[in-house]
């Protein structure tokens, strides 16, 4: 039994890039995309391999679409075959072969509302370029590419052609952060522009070879987060984000642990990194190949330095997170009540700004990600126990939660996390100050 408090997070993505797959789920669940009238195509060869809806006919002569997505796929299978991997091999074979990989269905494209509303489908994304009906077979419109027609008329030729490759990666069922990261990666490989960067090229190349053991693979985590973070620093951001929370998401799990390494490999960060790496050492030895890699990573020199300026207090810090994702929560929230992390004085008067500019506010999500973790834990035992009538329980419960919103979220007011009521039909009530929010049922 869980009561998840979920934070829906709007993202912007980026004008040079495709779709992400959060799209795809609403569009799923969007049933104004689906029932309306059926789009008209036209052929593009005459064997009827691809199918073009009739109004891509305002941004593009036929022969030019034509020539448009048959290049796109020359190039990227041509690409891929290079790359010499069994993987991108696969895919290589897969791209070449959309039409007979999707149960002999034709590769329609979309550039209009034809029966096919972009807005109806992608009511948060007015600013991606495309996107794949690409990861539910069951769809009645796969397999598509459908194009965002308001940003059609600005693409060249080249920007379409590698949009569509992405595309076409996605179609054969890989998303991003749900499998190793094959469209941007083989996309910045394959079609390397001007804008692009030698990073970008070089580490697409490396990483669209795919071989790794999977996304848990923490040699696939530092060459995907470098790709984002040096290949492509204009939308580093973005992306960065989205593998950080996929991480964040299994730091219960031995390989998420040690990642979080990864994600913080900067001097700055080693006053939580480096004690956080010893606890790690500590409790893992033996560690593997692959563990031993990313702590040496870490315990560099220069970062072995700064780690003195965090002092004791971050030595509480970094016990408070190891303890949360070791699920000792007692001894997290003990660890965490002193864990002090705005204390500067011991920090010698010379990089004291930096400290506080990239040090301290590293530290305040560690923090605030422990105390909200805790909060959250909290909150599911609390829930568990007014679905259970078990009183004494909520009652022992409450103070933990009231005593972590005071010491962290100061700005909160601690009725704004809401005690839990069990109503009559047996749902429970979200009370806050003192009103009833919403109701749920005590079991999912
Ligand atoms: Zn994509």
């Given at each position: 039994m869980k009561f998840v408090v979920w934070i829906l997070l709007a993202v912007t993505c980026s004008a040079t890039f495709a779709d992400d797959p959060g799209s795809q789920l609403l569009k799923n669940l969007n049933p104004r995309a689906l029932k309306s009238k059926k789009p008209s195509y036209i052929r593009i060869s005459p064997e009827a391999r691809y199918l073009l809806g009739r109004s891509c006919l305002k941004y593009r002569s036929l022969p030019q679409w034509r020539k448009i997505i048959e290049d796109a796929f020359n190039t990227g299978a041509t690409c891929l075959k290079q790359r010499g991997s069994k993987q991108s091999l696969e895919i290589a074979a897969g791209v070449e072969g959309t039409a007979q990989l999707i149960g002999g269905k034709p590769l329609k494209f979309l550039c209009e509302e034809e029966g096919y509303s972009w807005k109806a489908s992608n009511p948060r994304d007015e600013t991606l370029q495309a996107d794949a009906v690409a990861t539910d077979p069951d769809n009645p419109h796969f397999p598509t590419i459908h194009m965002n027609p308001r940003k059609l008329a600005r693409l060249s030729d080249a920007d379409l052609q590698r949009i569509l490759f992405h595309e076409s990666i996605h179609l054969l069922g890989y998303g991003h952060f749900t499998h190793v990261e094959y469209s941007y990666s083989c996309e910045h490989c394959c079609f390397h522009s001007k804008e692009d960067s030698e990073e970008a090229q070089r580490l697409g190349c490396s990483i669209c070879k795919g071989k790794y053991t999977g996304i848990k693979d923490p040699r696939y985590i530092d060459d995907i987060m470098q790709f984002f973070r040096k290949g492509l620093p204009a939308h580093a951001d973005i992306r960065l984000a989205e593998a950080q929370s996929f991480m964040k998401g299994h730091r219960q799990e031995r390989w998420a642990k040690f990642n979080v390494l990864l994600l913080s490999p900067l001097p700055d960060q080693a006053p939580f990194t480096i004690p956080y790496a010893n606890l790690l050492e500590k409790k893992y030895t033996p560690l593997n190949d692959a563990e031993s890699r990313v702590i040496k990573n870490i315990k560099t020199p220069e970062n072995k330095v700064f780690a003195f300026l965090g002092g004791e207090n971050i030595q509480h810090l970094a016990n408070a997170f190891f303890f949360f994702y070791e699920s000792d929560y007692k001894l997290a929230e003990k660890e965490l009540m002193q864990a002090q992390v705005t204390d500067v004085k011991q920090v010698p008067a010379t990089i004291r700004t930096r400290y506080v500019e990239h040090t301290v506010p590293f530290l305040e999500t560690i923090k605030e990600e422990v105390a909200g973790g805790l909060l959250a834990y909290y909150s599911d035992l609390e829930f568990q126990a007014v679905a259970e009538n078990k009183a004494e329980a909520q009652k022992n419960i409450y103070p933990h939660r009231q005593r972590i919103i005071r010491a962290f979220?100061?700005?909160?007011?601690?009725?704004?996390?809401p005690p839990f009521k069990k109503a009559d039909d047996g749902t429970i009530i979200v009370m806050v100050d003192d009103n009833e929010v919403v109701r749920v049922p005590a079991s999912p």
């Open positions: 979220f100061p700005e909160w007011n601690p009725k704004f996390f």
